[in-house]
């Protein structure tokens, strides 16, 4: 049976870090056994088949007993127990069940200040863990190696860790020869820059412009939305209208156009605007 075939495989040292590492990735971190991922799953069943329960305690419901079981009754009563007694309790019960068996190690694996997603530039990656050292990659790699040995790329997590850019962090705690589960997050780097203002087909101010094309005076402008200068090098606009920033950095706050004639720009909106150039397209 497959509980027999688990029970001779967890005897393999690598087998059973294998096995922690699924489940710590499932019960921890809004997994997919947590409380409220269950719950989520349980109610989009339980909605599917809401008002066909009606039907099914119509036709089978006293076949059991008299007063016949029922939806408002029974279901609902069921519903409310799993969600409010069952869910919300039963993935530390799970933890603690596999940990008295011996599939699930008792050396937690490191806790971060934020499970991966999106971060602003200049995040701060924080780990803790109650009992041993932290090792962590930054490369993809794992810090324990088949057979247990640490990896050579694997750091001993000292202070915050700066993440200039997108980067999966697989991080364990290890002490003396006890390995954590595995906790693997992904890091996005987000950007700071927002298109703030689209000027599109402008009205005729009929004052003699030199460019009849009113087309000509479009442009769009974007802002830094962070709290430190941002660079924008390299940054593309696609779309209807196509183009790459050059070297050029934003200040906090700061905001750039980019226009469709920068001699139609300046006669209709004036200087004192920063204009990162020319844009292609319409």
């Given at each position: 049976?497959p509980?027999?075939?688990?029970?001779?495989?967890m005897?393999n040292?690598?087998y059973?870090?294998k096995?922690?590492?699924?489940?710590?990735k499932?019960?921890?971190?809004?997994?997919d056994l947590?409380p409220?991922?269950?719950?989520d799953r349980?109610m989009?069943?339980?909605t599917?088949?809401?008002?066909?329960v009606v039907?099914?305690?119509?036709?089978?419901?006293?076949?059991r007993?008299?007063?016949?079981?029922?939806r408002?009754?029974e279901?609902?009563?069921?519903q409310?127990?799993?969600l409010?007694?069952?869910?919300?309790?039963?993935?530390?019960?799970l933890i603690?069940?596999l940990r008295?068996?011996?599939s699930?190690?008792?050396?937690?694996?490191p806790?971060?200040?934020?499970h991966?997603?999106?971060?602003s530039p200049?995040?701060d990656?924080t780990?803790t863990?109650?009992?041993?050292?932290?090792y962590?990659t930054l490369?993809?790699?794992?810090p324990?190696?088949p057979g247990?040995t640490?990896?050579?790329?694997?750091i001993?997590?000292t202070?915050a860790?700066?993440?200039?850019?997108?980067t999966l962090?697989?991080?364990?705690?290890?002490?003396?020869t006890?390995?954590s589960?595995?906790h693997?997050a992904?890091?996005?780097?987000?950007?700071?820059?927002?298109?703030?203002?689209?000027?599109?087909h402008p009205?005729?101010l009929g004052?003699?412009?030199?460019?009849?094309d009113?087309?000509?005076?479009?442009?769009?402008?974007?802002?830094?939305?962070?709290?430190?200068p941002?660079?924008v090098?390299?940054y593309?606009i696609?779309?209807g209208?196509?183009?790459?920033?050059?070297?050029?950095t934003l200040?906090?706050?700061?905001?750039?156009?980019?226009?469709?004639n920068?001699?139609?720009?300046?006669?209709?909106y004036?200087?004192?605007?920063t204009?990162?150039?020319e844009y292609?397209?319409s």
């Amino acid at each position: 049976s497959p509980t027999r075939i688990h029970a001779r495989l967890m005897a393999n040292p690598e087998y059973a870090i294998k096995f922690a590492d699924r489940a710590y990735k499932h019960l921890y971190n809004d997994g997919d056994l947590t409380p409220a991922q269950v719950a989520d799953r349980w109610m989009v069943r339980a909605t599917e088949i809401d008002r066909a329960v009606v039907g099914e305690s119509a036709r089978w419901g006293d076949a059991r007993r008299e007063p016949p079981y029922t939806r408002d009754v029974e279901w609902i009563g069921e519903q409310n127990r799993l969600l409010t007694q069952y869910f919300p309790q039963r993935t530390n019960l799970l933890i603690s069940q596999l940990r008295a068996i011996n599939s699930f190690p008792t050396l937690e694996a490191p806790a971060f200040n934020q499970h991966g997603g999106e971060v602003s530039p200049g995040f701060d990656l924080t780990m803790t863990a109650p009992v041993g050292a932290i090792y962590y990659t930054l490369d993809g790699s794992d810090p324990r190696l088949p057979g247990g040995t640490r990896n050579p790329a694997a750091i001993l997590y000292t202070g915050a860790i700066d993440l200039p850019t997108t980067t999966l962090v697989k991080a364990r705690t290890q002490s003396g020869t006890t390995w954590s589960p595995l906790h693997e997050a992904l890091f996005s780097i987000g950007s700071p820059i927002r298109i703030s203002e689209v000027m599109y087909h402008p009205r005729d101010l009929g004052t003699g412009e030199t460019f009849t094309d009113r087309d000509q005076y479009e442009f769009l402008e974007v802002i830094n939305t962070s709290t430190a200068p941002f660079d924008v090098e390299g940054y593309q606009i696609g779309g209807g209208v196509t183009f790459t920033f050059p070297v050029m950095t934003l200040p906090a706050g700061g905001r750039a156009v980019v226009v469709a004639n920068p001699a139609a720009f300046a006669e209709r909106y004036g200087g004192g605007v920063t204009v990162a150039g020319e844009y292609t397209g319409s």
